[in-house]
Structure formats: structure tokens, C-alpha cells
């Protein structure tokens, strides 16, 4: 069955029918309806092989994510929640998406260019930027559509989306103050992706607004994952004078953090505050209840798919593409892991 199949059975023209399956303009609506319903009783689709060459375009948005063995990056909860907003929209425009997972083996740039070479995807949202990233170069050569979730120093115009980390700093440093905290650690991710870096400086910068120091020793780079936490833990314990406080830049590691004070005899908020970083059901379901930013995964999630249609328009209209940066508000959500200074070392 294909459209010419289809149109001789509706005894309408094939422009007629191909309006209808696309939902496009100047098909009366008891025409739509009847077209829609022949096609689901023959069990026609559309050979999308053959519109995409036609169109030059494949109706695929692609998310690109760098997986690695022994750490995640921001979660699989994290990723799930935000992918779910962006298939929810780009579905409305008669998109879908695409996950392009690149291994913990490759190079992400050469991954990312079998991609862009091949065509697979009409434009791209990539996670994980790192602070030097020459996959933005690379797509902005290209001139195909492309978001960056997560800043770069990588020069260039180039629209980005990323959270609110000196927001989130500026609000948790300042709880832990006000609390009596004057010696805070901040664990955050021991390698070159870049949030973890503006974390640190952010909260850097908030500490000596308020005539504090962060420490060097104080800043524990470890897998953002529950072991990473542990040893997250295991260095805090050690450290003299020791922290009253620690913030995280991904709360899983939370979970090993309050394994590793389980062991030594120590209470989350009690001995040694811990505020977490986006509200995953991780610090939901771990007890004390961890203090936590709250945000919408969802929207954030249509957040980048509008964007990147609105990229998608543009260079089907041979119009410019205008810039989007965004930083994404978040909201802190106190628990009972931080708390009042209660040891006399602090």
C-alpha cells in the first residue's frame, strides 16, 4: 500500500491525502477524517525513507549522551524527566527524538560527525559540554541546529540552556551560614565537564561575599556517583580542620556520603551538614530527608524542544538563527541534613 494506493481507494487527489496525513492546511475536516481512517483500516504509513529525500529532512531531533562505566553525569532519573518533556513537544510538531548514545570508548566529536555526516538527525541537543568543547565548533561550522545543555568556554554564538549552579550556590552557602557553618567543603566532579567547575567558583564567590575561604583541600573532585560520595566521605573525615558542612553538585552522591558517615557513627545534619543539588528521588527517600533544589524537569525539557524548532524554521526560511541562553531557576527545598553547628570542633 503506498499514497497512490491509498488516493485511488479515497478517490481523491494524492496532494489531497499527503495534506491530511501531515495535518497541513486546505483539507476540509470530514476529507481529514475520512483519509485518517482509510489509512489506519489499509494499514498504510508514509515511506519515511522516501519523504526524507524529498524533503532533505528526516523528522529526527537527536539528544546526545557520553556514557561512561564508572561514573553518570546529573542521573539517569535526571535525563529520563527531561527527555520525557522534549519528546512530549516535539511529538506535537511531528518530530520525534532520537538518543544518541556515544560510549565510554569513543571520542564524542568523531561520534558526534557520523551523525552529522550521515544525516541522521535534523538538528541535535548535546549534554555534557565540557569547559573546551570542539563539538560546538564543529556544529557551528556545519551551520546544523544544535543546543548545548550546559555552558561552554568553546568560542563562538551558539544557543545554550543550563541550571542555575551560582543561584543554587549563592542560596546554599547562605542557608549553611546563617545556620553557623563557616568551614564548608564542596564535593563536585573530578573531571572536565564544565558545570562542575562553575560550581565551585559559584560557590567560591558566595563564601567570600561573605569574608570566608574556600580551602583548595576543601574542594573533593570524585565520580558523581554513590561510590564517588563515599569517598567523598572518606576524605571529609580526614580532613583537619573538618568541614561542618558540604554541598554536592549531584545528589546521587549523597547516598554514599551517608553510607560512609553510617560507618564512622555520624548523622547527616547533625555532625556534618550535607546540601544536595537538583531534587531527584534519591534525597526523598534517604533519611535525614536531604536539603535539595526543586525544578521542573519537564519544562526544561519543552524548554529545548521549542528552541530547537524554533532553529528549524529559521533555516528552513533561510533566516538567521537568533541565539537562546537560558539559565534554569531552581528552588531550595530545606531538609533535616542541614542543620545548626552541634560539635565543638566547629
Known amino acids: 500500500m503506498n499514497i497512490h494506493d491509498l488516493a485511488r481507494q479515497l478517490n481523491v487527489s494524492i496532494g489531497t491525502v499527503s495534506r491530511a496525513l501531515n495535518g497541513r492546511a486546505g483539507v476540509h475536516d470530514d476529507t481529514r477524517k475520512r483519509v485518517l481512517e482509510k489509512a489506519r483500516q489499509l494499514g498504510y504509513s508514509p515511506n519515511q525513507s522516501g519523504r526524507s529525500l524529498r524533503q532533505g529532512t528526516t523528522g529526527l531531533i537527536g539528544f546526545m549522551i557520553v556514557t561512561n562505566r564508572e561514573r553518570a553525569y546529573r542521573g539517569e532519573a535526571f535525563f529520563m524527566s527531561v527527555l520525557d518533556g522534549l519528546q512530549t513537544y516535539l511529538a506535537s510538531r511531528n518530530l520525534e527524538l532520537v538518543v544518541h548514545l556515544c560510549g565510554s570508548d569513543q571520542d564524542p566529536e568523531i561520534h558526534l560527525r557520523r551523525v552529522v555526516e550521515r544525516r541522521l538527525v535534523d538538528g541535535i541537543i548535546l549534554s555534557q559540554t565540557q569547559r573546551l568543547d570542539s563539538r560546538i565548533s564543529y556544529l557551528n561550522v556545519r551551520k546544523l541546529p544544535f543546543i548545548a545543555f550546559g555552558r561552554s568556554q568553546e568560542p563562538g554564538k551558539y544557543s545554550w540552556l543550563d541550571l542555575d549552579f551560582e543561584g543554587v550556590a549563592e542560596k546554599a552557602i547562605d542557608h549553611l551560614v546563617k545556620l553557623g557553618h563557616r568551614n564548608i567543603a564542596v564535593a563536585t566532579a573530578a573531571d572536565d565537564i564544565n558545570f562542575g567547575h562553575v560550581y565551585v567558583e559559584a560557590c567560591r564567590a558566595s563564601l567570600a561575599r561573605r ?38 553538585v549531584e ?29 531527584s528521588p534519591t534525597g526523598d527517600f534517604l533519611r535525614p530527608t536531604l536539603t535539595q533544589f526543586q525544578l521542573s524537569h519537564q519544562e526544561l525539557g519543552r524548554w529545548l524542544g521549542e528552541n530547537i524548532v524554533t532553529q528549524l524554521a529559521s533555516k528552513a526560511g533561510n533566516k538567521r538563527v537568533k541565539q537562546a541562553n537560558k539559565i534554569w531557576p531552581m528552588e531550595m527545598i530545606a531538609g533535616e541534613s542541614s542543620g545548626i553547628i552541634r560539635t565543638s570542633s566547629a
Not at 574556600?214 to 569517598?231: F, I, P
Not at 556520603?257 to 545534619?269: M, P, Q, S, T
Open 211 to 248: 569574608g570566608l575561604n574556600l580551602r583548595d583541600e576543601y574542594v573533593l573532585r570524585e565520580a558523581l556517583t554513590e561510590a564517588g560520595g563515599y569517598k567523598v566521605g572518606e576524605r571529609l573525615l580526614a580532613l583537619g580542620p573538618r568541614p561542618t558542612a558540604v554541598v554536592l
Open 251 to 279: 545528589s546521587t552522591m549523597a547516598i554514599g556520603l551517608y553510607h560512609k558517615f553510617h560507618d564512622a557513627g555520624l548523622e547527616a545534619g547533625r555532625e556534618i551538614s550535607v546540601v544536595g543539588f537538583d531534587n
